[in-house]
């Protein structure tokens, strides 16, 4: 969505991966000028898919192009508004579709109820917005949230490492003899 709208042009927005200038953008935009159907409605699963959104902001943004007589590429005057609608939109399906995944853990038993934990890690948890979300989600159904600093959301081997940190200091999978263990680089 951030190439599509032609973000790197954008004077707030020039050295900012995508992600990062859509939440920017998003943060004065009005979210409410564009509604976006969420995709999967459809599917009673834990399953996550945004292309189907992707296509419906294209669509928007084509109109939005037209309406305003320029042409791809340029910097259209409702951007902030687009990004608000298309962070909200995604922030919403993550959060259906893991309270999803909650529930059914929960149900299934394959999770203790005393010490039930949503981790968030990747570049998704970069993100205030559906950090937030996530945060009131785990809070509402009692399960602690574990969430690196945002500054470690985006390099994966620092999220590995931060894994490594966690589990070494919880003593989980953690191997004290390399004794007889075979390495081959690949």
């Given amino acids: 969505v951030a190439r599509r709208l ?4 954008h004077p707030e927005c020039h050295s900012m991966a995508g992600g990062k200038a859509i939440e920017h953008l998003a943060q004065t935009g009005n979210r409410q000028q564009h509604t976006f159907r969420l995709p999967m409605q459809q599917y009673r699963n834990c399953d ?10 294209n669509k928007a943004i084509i109109q939005k192009e037209k309406e305003e007589g ?3 590429g340029e910097i259209l005057s ?9 962070q909200h939109a ?14 059914f853990c929960t149900k299934n038993k394959i999770l ?8 968030v890690s990747g570049g998704v948890a970069s993100n205030q917005y559906i950090r937030k979300g996530l945060q009131t989600l785990a809070d509402a159904n009692d399960f ?10 985006t390099d994966n081997g620092v999220m590995i490492a931060w894994n490594g940190i ?9 191997l004290h003899s390399t004794d007889g263990i075979r390495y081959e680089p690949k």
Avoid: W
């Fill in 112 to 119: 203790s109820s005393k010490n039930a934990t949503l981790v």
């Fill in 6 to 9: 032609s973000l790197r042009k």
């Fill in 78 to 86: 409702c951007v902030k508004d687009i990004a608000a609608a298309v």
């Fill in 90 to 103: 995604v922030a919403v399906h993550i959060i259906q579709r893991t309270y999803r995944a909650m529930l």
């Fill in 166 to 174: 966690e589990r070494l200091r919880a003593g989980l999978g953690v």
């Fill in 70 to 72: 320029i042409q791809e």
């Fill in 144 to 153: 602690a949230f574990l969430c690196p600093p945002p500054r470690l959301c």
């Fill in 48 to 57: 996550f898919s945004f292309s189907g959104l992707q296509n419906l902001v």
